[in-house]
């Protein structure tokens, strides 16, 4: 059984930092690309960064590069999102899911998903 669980988030001020953590279980990152996505009430959901051990890739939204950092580790079957320099338009519930092989930007695509975990940013 595939379990992805999202955990990290909080309440920060604008410019300050967290690190989200996704927990995988029941599936390893040479079939499954991780992705991190984030919704805010009321909009779609959408694809903020992505890692793919298959092609080597690591994808950012434009709304967060040099900003967001992905990473995993593979023997704890965890990957990692830093968010640096947060603003309020990041404030959003993020969601770990899994998609088959390669990262996509379409949320419809990821397989298993995790519970959410609520990031918020003051102004």
């Known amino acids: 059984e595939v379990q992805l669980q999202a955990y990290g988030g909080g309440l920060v001020q604008t410019g300050g930092s967290l690190r989200l953590s996704c927990a995988a279980s029941?599936?390893?990152?040479?079939?499954?690309?991780i992705g991190w996505l984030r919704q805010v009430p009321g909009k779609e959901r959408e694809v903020v960064s992505c890692i793919s051990r298959s092609d080597n890739t690591k994808y950012y939204a434009d709304s967060v590069k040099g900003r967001f950092t992905i990473s995993d580790d593979n023997a704890k079957n965890q990957v990692y999102l830093q968010m640096n320099n947060l603003k309020p338009d990041d404030t959003a519930v993020y969601y770990c899911?899994?998609?088959?092989?390669?990262?996509?930007?379409?949320?419809?695509?990821?397989?298993?998903w995790g519970k959410g975990t609520l990031v918020t940013v003051s102004s």
């Open positions: 029941g599936l390893t990152f040479d079939d499954y690309a």
């Open positions: 899911a899994a998609a088959a092989v390669f990262c996509t930007l379409s949320p419809q695509e990821y397989d298993y």
